[in-house]
C-alpha cells in the first residue's frame, strides 16, 4: 500500500529556533493535512491544503505556522520561532477523492 | 458546540473476545473517521463512514445519524488488536475540508492472551 512519509522522525530544538518538518504525501493525492498531538491529548487538526493553497486552518495554526509545497512532492510544516508548548507529535496525512486519510508516522518534536 | 465523547476510555479483553467501543458525537456530520493508533504513535484509518455499516475483516464499524452515535466493533480479539483507537469526525457546520475533524480522546485496547 502507498505511504506518507515523515522526516525526520524526531526532532530536538531550542525555543525560538525555526523548525521544517517535512513530509511527502502519497503521488496522486490533492489533499494535503496536518495535525499534531500533545503528549496524552487528543489530535488536533491544524491545516489543509490543496490546490497550492491554504483551503483552512484551526486557531492553532496561526503566524508562527506556515506550510509549503515546494516542489509537487514534498509537503512541509514550518514553525517560526518555536515555545515550549509546540512540542508535540506532529503528523501529515494525505487523501485523494475517495476521502479515506493516510497518514504518516509521525515527528516527534522536543522544544527544550 | 461540537464535541465527540468516546467510552470506554481504557478496555482490557481476553483474546477471543467480542470487543464495542462507542463514539458520541453532538450535531448533525458530514463523515465519521475510526483510526487505530499504534503504541509507537503512528495512525492508520480503518473506517471512514457517512450512514450504515462497514466491515473489513474482523472489524465492523455501525453509524446510527439519528442518534449521532457509531460503534467499532472487534470480533475474535487477538493482542495484536491491541492499540488507542480514535474516532473523528467532520462536522456539517465546522468547515469544508475532508480532513478538519474534531478527534476523540481515544479508547486503549488491551487484548491478553
Known amino acids: 500500500e502507498p505511504e506518507v512519509t515523515q522526516t525526520p522522525s524526531h526532532q530536538v530544538t531550542q525555543m525560538g529556533q525555526e523548525v521544517i518538518l517535512r513530509c511527502v504525501p502519497i503521488s496522486n493525492h490533492l489533499y494535503f493535512y496536518w495535525y499534531r498531538q500533545i503528549l496524552g491529548q487528543k489530535v488536533e487538526f491544524l491545516v489543509s491544503?490543496?490546490?497550492?493553497?491554504?483551503?483552512?486552518k484551526s486557531e492553532i495554526f496561526d503566524d508562527q505556522f506556515s506550510v509549503e509545497r515546494p516542489d509537487g512532492s514534498n509537503f512541509t510544516l514550518k514553525i517560526r520561532s518555536t515555545k515550549l508548548e509546540d512540542s508535540a507529535m506532529y503528523f501529515c496525512?494525505?487523501?485523494?477523492?475517495?476521502?479515506?486519510?493516510?497518514f504518516g508516522s509521525g515527528t516527534q518534536l522536543s522544544v527544550l | 458546540k461540537n464535541e465527540v465523547e468516546q467510552s470506554p476510555q481504557n478496555l482490557t479483553a481476553q483474546e477471543g473476545e467480542f470487543i464495542t467501543i462507542n463514539c458520541s458525537y453532538s450535531?448533525?456530520?458530514?463523515?465519521l473517521h475510526w483510526l487505530q493508533q499504534h503504541p509507537g504513535g503512528g495512525i492508520v484509518s480503518l473506517f471512514m463512514l457517512s450512514s450504515g455499516k462497514k466491515k473489513h475483516g474482523r472489524l465492523i464499524a455501525t453509524i446510527n445519524i439519528q442518534e449521532k452515535h457509531s460503534s467499532l466493533h472487534i470480533t475474535a480479539s487477538h493482542p495484536r488488536d491491541s492499540a488507542v483507537y480514535i474516532c473523528a469526525v467532520r462536522f456539517m457546520n465546522y468547515g469544508g475540508s475532508q480532513g478538519n475533524l474534531i478527534f476523540g480522546k481515544g479508547t486503549k485496547l488491551s487484548v491478553k492472551p
Open positions: 450535531v448533525g456530520i458530514s463523515a
Open positions: 496525512a494525505s487523501s485523494g477523492v475517495e476521502e479515506k486519510l493516510f
Open positions: 491544503f490543496y490546490n497550492n493553497e491554504i483551503s483552512e
